[in-house]
């Protein structure tokens, strides 16, 4: 049997299957959310960049990273920073999210600039 009188078929749905999904590249879901390996800590670190449209986007929302942002916050948000420095404009920007998910804003109440202010 010879193979080569299938490589145009194979070639011909390869490049097909190429063509059929998208050929435009994905968009970047965006970081990570550091959540210190889920560990308890004693302060917080600093974000070292801004949500994301995996946390962002309904549509490209990723569960888990959500509710790993949520359980982060709900148990750390009211600890200092270990630097000693005040949350930064990307952390501010996450302790929103955690609220714009619907959790309480009591638990990043520090984080966040007073109401007023926004």
Known sequence: MRLYRFLPSVLGLTLLTGACSGGAATEDPGP??????????????????PPGSR???????????????????????????????????????????????GADPAAVRRLLPPVGSR
């Open 32 to 49: 990570l959310f550091d959540a210190e390996g889920g560990r308890t800590v004693a302060c917080m670190i600093h974000q070292p960049a």
């Open 55 to 101: 946390y962002t986007d309904p549509q490209r929302r990723d569960t888990t990273q959500v509710l790993t942002v949520l359980h982060y916050y709900t148990v750390n948000g009211s600890k200092p920073y270990c630097d000693g420095k005040p949350p930064s404009a990307v952390d501010r920007r996450w302790a929103q999210l955690y609220v714009d998910l």
